[in-house]
């Protein structure tokens, strides 16, 4: 990110006014750039360190504190383990969904012409300006027992609030926007040329689509769909309204460590913390590969 | 596109998705939040305890961002412009806030800055620990708006001043700050944006004590609970409207500096 600017400060020569007549001069001045130097990265990193690595170390060693066996028994736990397939299952629900129509609406705002183009760019943006909390009773009053639907959806006996299908709607609309927001850019940079002369040369619309666009923009979709696994795994408040929070029913991995760590069950909730927080590690390994491979891509 | 049948068949899908998952949610807060008309409205957002949770909830949030905007700028400089072992690795941890699920970050805040904390500082269930917790989820975004400008700000015009005789804050003061300022603000607008609605990483760690510790999400929480949906959709409607004033003053900010700086 930063290897062709970086040590500028150090490389950039003494400023000639300040530095007097001599050696010495040089020297002092150059001791000043590295005292403020290392002064402001001090800075940096301790507001680092104290705001995000002692927390997260510290939640490591809680967890490992008593050793390897109560960590064993409680990711064992019944409601543990049904809670993370829960997790998962409707991550795989409904990461393909915002996947799919991710790209379908970043082509429409890049590609398409027509009419309130910005309004659909704020209504794909508008997930990340609303609270969760706020997501979870929009769902409730659209689709609860006493919503807009309710009665539709209850003579066709489709429950969707404090079931897996609210669940699965509160977390697709909080990771909605990743997607698109990630592959927009690409297919900016992408450019039209090659797209048009695929279909001057008699492909069709889906063939361009699948030989050409699709492959242009693999990393920009892929590096979106980390975002939105990672969002999608950790959704808290939307969830935590439209599951009702039943353990070992609708009871996610994040609402788990809830329920753990108000029940004073700490080792639970540490347990289930920690797994969380290292599938959050692999998502950064993962953004940081598909990051340089995306400028290896583009510098091609 | 242009292909034909397929092109409008997608475009219906997609339509559909974004009306139930988006637009019809939307429609039916807003619906609810109207209800008893204007004065009911009126009614439910000035009852003291709705008051004191949206006043603490904007004031925590306008100074967790000026922090942000400080701190944020410091650690963009130093990932580019210093150069020290292990810089990549904090580079990367920069989004760990975002990847870390929110009650995560809660339990993690709560390890160390909250009952018997090793080092001694017990912030659970104060103001301190929702800025803290708001500081730790909105880290990123100050940072990740502010590094690419700097990274591509030219570092010629900050040796001319220097070799004209300015100091290294008149420098800062003068050249640098007034480039990175719209970045700034955009960053400091999003963060905004998240500080306002956040939830998750604020239920463990503040206890949520009316008038105390309850900011806006957590009273429209309290609501659903206790199913008075009017009063919950009426601060929601208020916490929405803040997010969107700040998200339509970031565009035209954008637009504004895309004319005048280009």
């Known amino acids: 990110m930063s290897s062709s600017a970086s040590g500028s400060l150090a490389l950039s020569p003494l400023p000639a006014g300040r530095a007097a007549p001599g050696g010495g001069g040089g020297e002092r001045a150059d001791r000043a750039v590295g005292a403020r130097r290392y002064g402001v990265r001090t800075i940096a990193l301790g507001y680092l360190a104290l705001l995000l690595l002692a927390p997260v170390a510290m939640i490591f060693y809680r967890t490992f504190e008593h050793g390897l066996t109560p960590v064993l028994n409680a990711i064992g736990e019944p409601n543990a383990q049904h809670a993370f397939w829960l997790s998962l299952e409707i991550v795989a629900i409904s990461v393909p969904l915002n996947t799919i129509f991710g790209i379908g609406m970043a082509l429409l705002l890049e590609r398409g012409r027509f009419k309130g183009k910005a309004l659909l760019g704020l209504l794909i943006d508008l997930p990340f300006a609303i609270s969760p909390v706020v997501i979870g009773l929009a769902l409730v009053l659209a689709y609860g027992k006493t919503g807009w639907l309710g009665d539709w959806l209850a003579e066709n006996g489709i429950q969707v609030i404090f079931s897996v299908p609210g669940m699965v709607l509160a977390t697709a609309i909080v990771s909605l926007p990743f997607v698109a927001r990630e592959t927009i850019p690409v297919l900016r940079e992408l450019g039209t040329d090659a797209e048009q002369a695929a279909s001057t040369l008699g492909a069709s619309g889906w063939q361009t689509f699948w030989r050409i666009t699709l492959p242009g923009i693999r990393w920009g979709v892929v590096y979106g769909v980390v975002l939105t696994t990672a969002r999608a795994l950790g959704e808290f408040g939307a969830v935590s309204i439209v599951s009702g929070r039943i353990e070992g029913e609708t009871q996610t991995l994040p609402l788990f460590v809830q329920a753990r760590f108000e029940n004073f069950d700490a080792t639970g909730a540490y347990t289930a913390a920690v797994v969380l927080a290292l599938l959050a590690f692999a998502t950064l390994v993962l953004m940081n590969l598909l990051t340089r491979r995306t400028r290896a891509d583009t510098a091609v | ?262």
């Open chain 2, 1 to 262: 596109m242009g292909a034909g049948g397929a092109s409008v068949l997608g475009k219906g899908l997609l339509g559909i998705y974004l009306s139930v998952l988006v637009l019809l949610p939307v429609a039916a807060l807003l619906a609810k939040s109207g209800t008893g008309g204007t004065s009911q409205f009126w009614r439910e957002i000035s009852s003291p305890e709705a008051v004191a949770a949206i006043k603490l909830t904007l004031v925590v949030s306008a100074i967790v961002v000026a922090i942000n905007a400080v701190f944020g700028t410091i650690i963009a400089w130093v990932l580019v412009r210093d150069e020290f072992p292990g810089k990549k690795v904090v580079n990367a941890l920069i989004d760990l806030p975002f990847a870390l699920p929110t009650i995560v970050a809660g339990v993690v805040l709560l390890a160390l800055y909250g009952k018997g904390s090793p080092v001694g500082i017990d912030v659970a269930f104060t103001r301190v620990a929702i800025a803290l917790a708001l500081l730790f989820v909105t880290l990123p975004f100050v940072v990740r708006s502010v590094q690419p400008v700097l990274h591509e700000l030219d570092v010629s015009m900050e040796e001319a001043a220097e070799s004209l005789g300015a100091g290294p804050l008149t420098v800062l003061r003068r050249i640098v700050l007034p480039s990175l300022t719209p970045a700034i603000i955009s960053g400091v607008a999003l963060s905004f944006a998240r500080a306002v609605g956040e939830f998750g990483s604020l239920v463990l760690i503040t206890g949520n004590l009316p008038f105390k510790t309850e900011v806006g999400s957590v009273y429209v929480f309290g609501q659903i609970q206790n199913e008075n949906l009017p009063a919950a959709a009426a601060v929601s409607v208020v916490l929405l409207a803040a997010a969107l004033v700040v998200l339509a003053a970031l565009t035209l900010l954008s637009r504004w500096r895309s004319k005048h700086v280009l």
